[in-house]
């Protein structure tokens, strides 16, 4: 069993950042690849960013080169970077594995672009 907690997310004005945190335990050998998610009212989760253990990375097209992904395997951190927010950002970030393990979706931290 993985658990993962998300911390970070807030308000922010458009083109501003944020940086969520995603701190990882349980029995955390077999992560290879971990996910930052995101769900917005409405809409369907969607994953925006993924990074392997040895930190390939990957984006949805919608936040390419505007966020970014990181890990510290040391300490079971991922990290996501978030620069030149819209208001289409506006969602509750998960983190979980990729491909996601279904009882692993945590509380999520709510990220909101807003005038």
């Known amino acids: 069993q993985v658990q993962l907690v998300e911390s970070g997310g807030g308000l922010v004005q458009p083109g501003g950042s944020l940086r969520l945190s995603c701190a990882i335990s349980?029995?955390?050998?077999?992560?290879?690849?971990v996910g930052w998610y995101r769900q917005a009212p409405g809409k369907q989760r969607e994953l925006v960013a993924s990074?392997?253990?040895?930190?390939?990375?990957n984006y949805a097209d919608s936040v390419k080169g505007r966020f970014t992904i990181s890990r510290d395997n040391a300490n079971n951190m991922v990290y996501l970077q978030m620069n030149s927010l819209r208001p289409e950002d506006t969602a509750v970030y998960y983190c979980?594995?990729?491909?996601?393990?279904?009882?692993?979706w945590g509380q999520g931290t709510q990220v909101t672009v807003s005038s």
């Open positions: 979980n594995l990729a491909p996601p393990r279904l009882n692993d």
């Open positions: 349980g029995n955390i050998f077999s992560i290879r690849t």
């Open positions: 990074i392997t253990r040895n930190s390939n990375t």
